[in-house]
């Protein structure tokens, strides 16, 4: 009587008796769903972001930077507008010269062992360079205030030593596809102490390169007289007239006794060189 009793409370009640355990099994998976699902997306933006913490604050060593400013030469030539001189006999005197600065000067040229000149097409007196030995010139430079042999050396001797030693100013650079001749110059300028530091082994490699170094000074006073032109090049004209005064007194105090014979006339490929120059300036 007592079972059949419970059977009938059994059958009436069923619906109510499983009810509250579905529901909890319900509940308990969604609870089990949420906790997943938060520790799932969680972890792995936390690793994210430690990573990307990480890679940005990975210092550039000086031979990434190096690379960097080098790889602007294909971004600088892209420029639009730009025109450069074709290379032809032009890169074969220039070699001449950039070969014989470096070889006559092993123990100074640790990295570079060839050079490169690129001219380009532009009335404003302008030189730059880039590390991995390229150089820059412009018409102008070269038709207007290039006279002497020994002053194209004074000028590649110079940009020699900066591309050597990396000496240029680190920035931040974004790549855009190209860049103009104002930003590279920009990326190019030192402070004058920087640039007579410059000077002063420039001034020695051209000597030691058996040409004449009473033209460093000649050429710097004749940038001093021509303020106006060299305004891009320099970006602010006071400086060149520092240069000028801190390079003499330099010359003073110093000697620069070399028993290498020094060439005082410039040689014929030097005209053949800049009659070809004014010729493609055309």
């Known amino acids: 009587m007592v079972a059949k009793s419970l059977l009938i409370y059994k059958k009436k009640h069923k619906s109510y008796s499983l009810k509250p355990s579905l529901l ?47 790889s602007l030469k294909t971004a600088f030539l892209s420029t639009p507008g730009l025109k450069i001189i074709q290379k ?11 070969s014989e600065i470096i070889l006559k000067n092993e123990i100074f040229f640790k990295n570079l062992k060839k050079a490169n000149v690129t001219i380009i097409k532009n009335e404003a007196p302008i030189h730059f360079s880039l590390p991995r030995g390229e150089i820059f010139l412009s018409t102008g430079l070269i038709t207007k205030y290039i006279k ?33 001749l104002e930003r590279i110059l920009l990326l190019s300028r030192l402070n004058v102490e920087e640039k007579i530091e410059i000077h002063k082994w420039a001034y020695y490699l051209t000597i030691r390169s058996g040409f004449d170094g009473e033209y460093y000074l000649s050429w710097l006073q004749t940038q001093n007289r021509n ?3 060299f305004l891009l090049q320099v970006g602010d004209i006071n400086l060149i007239n520092q240069e000028e005064s801190l390079f003499k007194s330099f010359l003073i ?18 005209y053949s060189f800049l009659n070809r120059i004014r010729d493609q300036q055309l």
Do not use: W
Not at 51 to 56: A, E, L, N, R, V
Not at 88 to 98: H, R, V
Not at 150 to 177: D, F, H, M, T, W
């Open 227 to 229: 303020t106006a032109d």
């Open 24 to 70: 909890a099994g319900v509940y308990y998976f969604l609870f089990a769903l949420v906790i997943s699902s938060c520790s799932t997306i969680r972890l792995p933006s936390v690793k994210k972001t430690q990573t990307i913490y990480k890679s940005g604050h990975v210092a550039m060593s000086s031979e990434d930077y190096a690379d960097q400013l080098a």
């Open 148 to 180: 002497h042999e020994s002053v194209l050396v004074c000028i590649l001797a110079y940009e020699l030593v900066r591309s050597e030693n990396v000496l240029y100013p680190k920035q931040a650079i974004v790549p855009v596809g190209y860049i103009n």
């Open 253 to 270: 105090k110093s000697s620069a006794d070399d028993e290498t014979p020094i060439k005082k006339n410039s040689s014929k490929n030097f």
């Open 88 to 98: 032809d006999q032009n890169e074969k005197y220039l070699n001449e010269i950039l």
